[in-house]
């Protein structure tokens, strides 16, 4: 029954390395985004998604990759990973997009680069 | 860009006890929304808010939105150790869909 699940939960890496984390959702939504959530809580928007497109993306380096094969699925490839890549990685959707509909996250992926 | 800011950052309050997060944005907001995170969660939506000067409760909690649609309020009245987490407001930025979490109030309840 879970509406938006990514996966893996915790990803441990050494610097350099390329990873990816994966989302889905079964709420028929639109958008899909990703957020980036530092030590310090601070929730900053990285990309987002309508029906496949991208129609966000934050000034994120281009070593983040994201990818949605079709608009239930929205997938986030990170290349090259550095320390600074170490933070809390959370999936969300809505309906109409962010500015008239809550968002739905998911569990998050805890990264942890060393 | 937009920035939306909370004060304050962290409380520490006994059980009982009322608390109040405050919410302040760069620009008008169209709508503003709130959500909660439980400590190792995710964020959960609350509410939302549109109308300029609207108050919406939910059972101990009371959200305002300020007349200018530029600020707004929690308040939870008789906070519990159930209530522990940050709490987030989050407005939309521009024409795009993009919303912006404020900074976050982070919450401690103790006996």
């Known amino acids: 029954d879970t509406a938006v699940s990514q996966t893996p939960k915790y990803l441990v890496t050494q610097m350099g390395n390329d990873k990816s984390i994966k989302c889905e959702q079964n709420?028929?939504?639109?958008?899909m985004y990703w957020y980036k959530q530092d030590s310090k809580k601070f929730l900053k928007i990285m990309f987002s998604y309508n029906n496949k497109e991208l129609i966000i993306n934050e000034t994120v380096p281009n070593r983040f990759s994201p990818k949605s094969p079709d608009k239930a699925h929205l997938n986030l490839h990170i290349n090259s990973l550095e320390l600074g890549d170490s933070a809390v990685y959370f999936c969300?959707?809505?309906?109409?997009?962010?500015?008239?509909?809550?968002?739905?996250f998911g569990n998050g992926t805890r990264l942890t680069v060393t | 860009g937009q920035q939306v800011m909370q004060i304050p950052q962290y409380q520490h309050v006994q059980e009982g006890e009322d608390f109040t997060t405050y919410c302040n944005s760069s620009t008008t907001l169209s709508n503003i929304q709130w959500y909660k995170q439980r400590p190792g969660g995710h964020p959960v939506f609350l509410i939302q808010l549109v109308k300029s000067g609207e108050v919406k409760k939910q059972k101990r909690l009371t959200f305002q939105f300020g007349e200018a649609k530029k600020n707004s309020s929690l308040h939870i009245t008789a906070t519990q150790t159930t209530d522990v987490g940050t709490y987030f407001c989050?407005?939309?930025?521009?024409?795009?869909?993009?919303?912006?979490f404020g900074t976050g109030t982070r919450l401690q309840v103790t006996l």
């Open positions: 969300a959707s809505s309906q109409e997009g962010g500015r008239l509909s809550p968002l739905h």
């Open positions: 989050a407005g939309p930025e521009g024409t795009a869909s993009k919303l912006t």
């Open positions: 709420l028929g939504h639109d958008t």
